[in-house]
Antibody
Framework: DEQVLDSGGDLVQPGGSLRLSCAASGFSFRSYAMTWVRQAPGRGLEWVSSVGVTGNTYYADSVKGRFTISRDNSKSALYLQMNSLRGEDMAVYYC????????????WGQGTLVAVSS | QSVLTQPPSVSAAPGQKVSISCSGSSSNIGRRSVSWYQQFPGTAPKLLIYDSNKRPLGIPDRFSGSKSGTSATLAITGLQTGDEGDYYCAAWDDSLRAGLFGGGTKVAVL
């Protein structure tokens, strides 16, 4: 079965850093784009970042320059390094297989909570 | 305010049909495929429609997607109480070079 399992969420102070991880299994990880999506409490889904199969990266304006997406195909792992965290970054972060393009995001992690507060 | 615009809510009686619109522009829906997601409270979203009108394995044919110009529509026929939840459209935007989600639509079964 195809699975993605996200982790790493925590309580962090404003200005702090955190790294989220996503472990993929059951599919050829290197053959797919991967995406991070977040959802603030009581709000809708927000696309955060995607990384393509060749390593090209894309970011929402709200996180550009602060967040870095990366992938390790040898470990079937996806990461999101988050720096200079702000209150508005507080959300459940989901790792998802694919991109919002033709094939859609067809596997989602269970979500990991990032809380930003002093 | 989302670049992809959805109605906040739609509702209908059991067995009836609802349609959810997703309005975009020439840089996203106008030239790119649309995907649709279903989400229940406290759970991860689930892919319902990809490539504007295709259903993944296991998604009932009560769910269908279409696209015309810069708008897309998700239709749910034979509405069931288990369909109550939030529905989101998504597309890539070539100008922004970013992914986009609509603001979401809450489906209520009367």
């Amino acid at each position: 079965d195809e699975q993605v399992l996200d982790s790493g969420g925590d309580l962090v102070q404003p200005g702090g850093s955190l790294r989220l991880s996503c472990a993929a299994s059951g599919f050829s990880f290197r053959s797919y784009a991967m995406t991070w999506v977040r959802q603030a409490p009581g709000r809708g889904l927000e696309w955060v970042s995607s990384v393509g199969v060749t390593g090209n990266t894309y970011y929402a304006d709200s996180v550009k320059g602060r967040f870095t997406i990366s992938r390790d195909n040898s470990k079937s792992a996806l990461y999101l390094q988050m720096n200079s965290l702000r209150g508005e970054d507080m959300a459940v972060y989901y790792c998802a297989k694919g991109g919002v393009g033709e094939a859609g995001l067809d596997r989602w992690g269970q979500g990991t909570l990032v809380a930003v507060s002093s | 305010q989302s670049v992809l615009t959805q109605p906040p809510s739609v509702s209908a009686a059991p067995g009836q049909k609802v349609s959810i619109s997703c309005s975009g522009s020439s840089s996203n829906i106008g030239r790119r495929s649309v995907s649709w997601y279903q989400q229940f409270p406290g759970t991860a979203p689930k892919l319902l429609i990809y490539d504007s009108n295709k259903r993944p394995l296991g998604i009932p044919d009560r769910f269908s997607g279409s696209k015309s110009g810069t708008s897309a529509t998700l239709a749910i026929t034979g509405l069931q109480t288990g369909d109550e939840g939030d529905y989101y459209c998504a597309a890539w935007d070539d100008s922004l070079r970013a992914g986009l989600f609509g603001g979401g639509t809450k489906v209520a079964v009367l």
